[in-house]
């Protein structure tokens, strides 16, 4: 059987996520070196809520360095395998790794392509150890400064999570309304749209009333996975030439499109193209479990 070691996106953090963390040493220095890069207290800015850490615009970073630190806490325990093993067999093994969104970051810093090995997790230190921190917290602010422009002239954006239709229903019935785009494809009867809060609220009325069984407004600053994001994409693929990225190993997965990252020859050649990307590319999840289980199953 083969592994797979999942990464959240934003705001997929459970209330007193972090408790599991405090009490173990290798958690807490990752904890630590994420507030020395970021010169602020990461575990306090933790105990905000939701909607106080997106108007403190540290919801994105928060996210990132408690990853780390689980890995951390995981690998010292030796409950989380490295993404190339021995399995339980003594054969070579490869766990399959994927990341939702936001979650990509973690991924693409487990799987070696950014920062330290993590080997070297409990005893981070130097240049490479500090880079998943610094890219965590240059997303951060350059999706804050993007929204900051986007909203000033566009009004607030958001994202909307839609229950109980498929995503070909839901495309077909936003088709009228400007300024929205199906960015999320979850499940085969969960997607999430992001737009204007004017489009939204139009899309939630037409969505009840063909038969959404739930349409819930998202606790996120704005309208990420669409092309009202483009200028924080080609501000953050500017950003990410000071940084070098490893090789993109087959067992890294992409959920732009479902498949091995390396499958597609511009990401494979630059990773860092795929996490600009991000910004304005829909989260293609069912692709991504559909092939995760194919994988598994191999």
């Given at each position: 059987m083969i592994d797979i070691i999942g990464?959240?996106?934003?705001?997929?953090?459970?209330?007193?996520?972090?408790?599991a963390l405090m009490a173990n040493q290798q958690a807490q220095e990752v904890l630590e070196l994420a507030s020395q890069v970021a010169g602020r207290d990461i575990i306090k800015a933790?105990?905000?809520?939701?909607?106080?850490?997106?108007?403190?615009?540290?919801?994105?970073y928060i996210s990132i360095s408690y990853q780390q630190a689980m890995i951390a806490k995981l690998w010292a325990e030796g409950t989380l395998p490295p993404a190339e093993h021995t399995n339980a067999a003594g054969a070579s093994a490869k766990s399959l790794?994927?990341?939702?969104?936001?979650?990509?970051?973690?991924?693409?810093?487990y799987a070696g392509v950014i920062g330290a090995p993590y080997s070297q997790m409990g005893r981070l230190s130097g240049r490479r150890a500090e880079e998943i921190f610094e890219i965590a917290l240059?997303?951060?602010?350059?999706?804050?400064?993007?929204?900051?422009?986007?909203?000033?002239r566009e009004g607030q954006t958001g994202m909307l999570a839609v229950l109980g239709l498929e995503a070909e229903a839901i495309a077909s019935l936003i088709?009228?309304?400007a300024q929205i785009w199906l960015v999320n494809y979850n499940t085969q009867k969960q997607s999430v749209l992001a737009g204007t809060?004017?489009?939204?609220?139009?899309?939630?009325?037409?969505?009840?009333?063909?038969?959404?069984?739930?349409?819930?407004?998202?606790?996120?600053?704005?309208?990420?996975h669409s092309p009202l994001m483009q200028e924080a994409a080609d501000s953050f693929a500017e950003a990410l030439k000071g940084?070098?990225?490893?090789?993109?190993p087959a067992n890294l997965m992409s959920c732009l499109s479902g498949q091995a990252l390396a499958a597609e020859p511009r990401y494979a050649a630059s990773p860092a193209t795929a996490l600009?990307?991000?910004?304005?590319?829909?989260?293609?999840?069912?692709?991504?479990?559909?092939?995760?289980?194919?994988?598994?199953?191999?």
């Amino acid at each position: 059987m083969i592994d797979i070691i999942g990464f959240g996106g934003q705001g997929s953090e459970a209330q007193g996520f972090d408790a599991a963390l405090m009490a173990n040493q290798q958690a807490q220095e990752v904890l630590e070196l994420a507030s020395q890069v970021a010169g602020r207290d990461i575990i306090k800015a933790a105990e905000l809520s939701t909607a106080e850490r997106i108007d403190a615009g540290l919801e994105q970073y928060i996210s990132i360095s408690y990853q780390q630190a689980m890995i951390a806490k995981l690998w010292a325990e030796g409950t989380l395998p490295p993404a190339e093993h021995t399995n339980a067999a003594g054969a070579s093994a490869k766990s399959l790794i994927a990341g939702f969104s936001l979650g990509e970051l973690s991924a693409y810093a487990y799987a070696g392509v950014i920062g330290a090995p993590y080997s070297q997790m409990g005893r981070l230190s130097g240049r490479r150890a500090e880079e998943i921190f610094e890219i965590a917290l240059l997303r951060n602010q350059i999706s804050k400064d993007c929204l900051k422009e986007l909203h000033a002239r566009e009004g607030q954006t958001g994202m909307l999570a839609v229950l109980g239709l498929e995503a070909e229903a839901i495309a077909s019935l936003i088709v009228p309304i400007a300024q929205i785009w199906l960015v999320n494809y979850n499940t085969q009867k969960q997607s999430v749209l992001a737009g204007t809060l004017k489009s939204l609220a139009a899309a939630e009325a037409v969505l009840k009333a063909h038969g959404a069984r739930r349409v819930v407004k998202l606790a996120v600053a704005g309208a990420y996975h669409s092309p009202l994001m483009q200028e924080a994409a080609d501000s953050f693929a500017e950003a990410l030439k000071g940084y070098e990225f490893g090789c993109v190993p087959a067992n890294l997965m992409s959920c732009l499109s479902g498949q091995a990252l390396a499958a597609e020859p511009r990401y494979a050649a630059s990773p860092a193209t795929a996490l600009a990307e991000l910004f304005v590319r829909p989260v293609r999840w069912t692709a991504m479990m559909q092939e995760l289980r194919m994988l598994r199953a191999v």
